[in-house]
C-alpha cells in the first residue's frame, strides 16, 4: 500500500480465474449476512475493478454513453485489511483510492438506509454514485436515464464480482439520499444511486440470512409499534 499526498494505489487486479461467468450469474443472490471477518485490500480492489476499472486507453469495465463515465465509486471501509478505516473515493486512473476522511461513516449510511443492518455490519460498503453534469449537457432529456443505467451496470459486475470471490453483497436502494448525500460529503449535484454492503459469507449461510433477517424485522416491528 503507497501512500501519496491522500492516495492509495490498489493492488493490480486478476484478469482470470476458476469460475466461469456461468457460475457467477447463476450463483449471485442478495447476501445479507456477513461474519465479523475483514476483508482484503485485494479482494476491495477486485471489486472496484469489476465496477469501474480502466482496461487501456478508454475503455473501462463498463459501457458508458458517449464515453462520458458520469459513474464514481465511494468506499466505506470499517474493517478492511490494511486500509485504515474512512471514506474513500476510487480513482480509476492509476486504480487508487483518495481518502476523504478517517471518519467512518458506515454507521451514517445505515441510518440513511432506515437501519438496515446489513449495512451496518458490513466490513465494506461501496457506493455507486453518479454525476449527470456532462451526459445530461450532451444527451438532454435522456441524459439522467442513461446515468442511472450505467449505475445499474456497475453495481451488476460487482454483484458477479462478489459472487466470484465467494462474498456476500447486494443492491441497496432503499436509503434517505439526503442523509447518505451528508454521510458522503458529496456535492449536491450528484445522484447516490446503491449502497453495496459486502463482506465474507459463513458456511451456514441461509441459517444466517434467515437469522439476519428476524434481527431486521424485530427492529422494524419495535419502530413500528413504538409508534402506534
Ligand atoms: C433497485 C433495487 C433496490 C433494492 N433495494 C434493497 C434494499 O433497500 N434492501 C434490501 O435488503 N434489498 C434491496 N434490494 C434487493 C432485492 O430485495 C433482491 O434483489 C430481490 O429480493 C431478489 O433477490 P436476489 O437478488 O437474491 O435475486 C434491491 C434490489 C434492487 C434491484
Known sequence: MKFKSGEIKLPN???KSKISLEEAITKR???RAYTKSPLSLKEVSQLLFAGQGLLGG???TIPSAGAFYPIEIYLSAARITDLPQG?????PDGHKLKK???????????AAAFGQIWVKNAPAVLIICGDFEKT???YQDKGEDFVTMEAGHAAQNISLQAAALNLGTLCVGGFNEKEAKSALNIEKNKKVFYLMPVGKTFKNQDEKEAEVLNDFYQILEKEFL???
Open 13 to 15: 487486479p486478476k484478469l
Open 136 to 138: 445530461v449537457k450532451k
Open 87 to 91: 471514506l474513500y473515493q476510487h480513482l
Open 58 to 60: 478508454d475503455r473501462r
Open 100 to 110: 476523504i476522511t478517517s471518519a467512518n461513516r458506515t454507521a451514517k449510511l445505515a
Open 226 to 228: 413504538k409508534d402506534l
Open 29 to 31: 443472490k442478495s447476501l
